[in-house]
């Protein structure tokens, strides 16, 4: 009898061992399920805000707008609260794309330099160093693009990259949605291509790199 309580008693513990492990279990991967469900939760919000701000950013630039004739077209890595300073008095719009590539901007600025003024209308680029020489289009540059202009560049994923910017460009889109980049130690530099593309059309156009 005694050796039969005994196993009885073993059988107990080795039970609540098994539960215990099992709890164990069911609660991690309940925590696991519960990060995984937050991370998407805010993955969709922060990509919803960003698609907001980004259509938002074209308002100036649809046909129907009645805003045309600025001053200064600001376009590039550079949040918009700073642009003051690269454009002097007069009516400003710019176009915030962190991280852009300088072939990024300069395609950007072909689509949207009508909005300056015909005769003494100014575009200004603003560029990180290290983006100057690279070749690479985020959301935040394709949204302005012509379909004509995505086939061109072979952008495949453009329709998808415009809904799910979180997806394909996260670091750039929180930044986006922050405004931090600012324009400490940029210099004003040459360049033939957009200077030239600028004089036929009758604007000046001016390069900043931030170093």
Excluded at 5 to 17: D, S, T
Excluded at 128 to 150: A, D, L, Q
Aim: aromatic share 10%; glycine share 6%; proline share 4%.
């Amino acid at each position: 009898m005694p050796g039969i309580i005994k196993k009885v008693k073993n059988h107990k513990k080795a039970a609540a061992a098994v539960l215990l492990i099992l709890l164990i279990i069911a609660v991690l991967l309940f925590f696991r399920m519960f990060v995984l469900a937050a991370i998407t939760i805010a993955a969709v919000i922060v990509n919803e805000f960003t698609v907001r701000k980004m259509n938002k950013q074209k308002d100036p630039f649809w046909k129907y707008s009645k805003i045309r004739n600025v001053d200064f077209l600001v376009i590039g890595d550079i949040n918009p609260k700073a642009v003051q300073s690269l454009s002097e008095s007069g009516r400003t719009i710019s176009i915030f794309l962190p991280g852009c590539t300088l072939a990024g901007a300069y395609e950007v600025l072909r689509h949207t330099f009508s909005i300056l003024k015909e005769s003494g209308g100014t575009a200004v680029l603003v560029v990180r160093k290290k983006n100057v020489e690279r070749i690479g289009y985020s959301p935040f540059e394709i949204s302005f693009f012509h379909p004509v202009t995505v086939n061109r560049l072979g952008l495949i994923q453009a329709k998808y990259a415009l809904k799910l910017p979180i997806l394909f460009a996260p670091i750039k889109s929180l930044l986006f949605l922050s405004g931090l980049k600012g324009v400490k130690n940029a210099s004003e530099h040459c360049n033939k291509e957009i200077s030239g593309f600028c004089a036929e059309r009758g604007i000046e156009g001016r390069l900043y790199i931030i170093i």
